[in-house]
């Protein structure tokens, strides 16, 4: 079981940057892979980023590619989203969670353990 807590999260002008935090409860947390999603009012949730158990290897959503970096601390069990050059329609609750792999964690569907979600607002 893992235990998964985002914070981070709040209201910030359009062009400026957050850091998004995860913290997982689980000592096997560097056995999984851990991904970053998102979901706006009245839209589903959506794939953002993901990072291999290793970090070696990540993958964005084209809408974040060259704005948003994903890094993790296996020694501290977190997993961060740099969020910059943010917009307005980056406005969502944003939601970590954890997947057997890198392809599995990709999708709503591939991830086994999901956070409570943080808040994101971004004012034009």
């Known amino acids: 079981q893992v235990q998964l807590v985002e914070s981070g999260g709040g209201l910030v002008q359009a062009g400026g940057s957050l850091r998004l935090s995860c913290a997982a409860s689980?000592?096997?947390?560097?056995?999984?892979?851990m991904g970053w999603f998102r979901q706006a009012p009245g839209k589903e949730r959506e794939f953002v980023a993901a990072i291999t158990w290793s970090g070696g290897n990540t993958l964005y959503a084209n809408s974040v590619k060259g704005r948003f970096t994903i890094s993790r601390d296996n020694a501290k069990n977190t997993v961060n989203l740099q969020m910059n050059s943010l917009k307005p329609e980056d406005t969502a609750v944003y939601y970590c969670?954890?997947?057997?792999?890198?392809?599995?964690?990709?999708?709503?569907?591939?991830?086994?353990?999901w956070g409570q979600g943080t808040q994101v607002t971004v004012s034009s």
């Open positions: 689980a000592r096997t947390f560097s056995n999984y892979a």
């Open positions: 969670a954890a997947g057997r792999s890198l392809a599995l964690v990709t999708s709503m569907r591939g991830a086994d353990y």
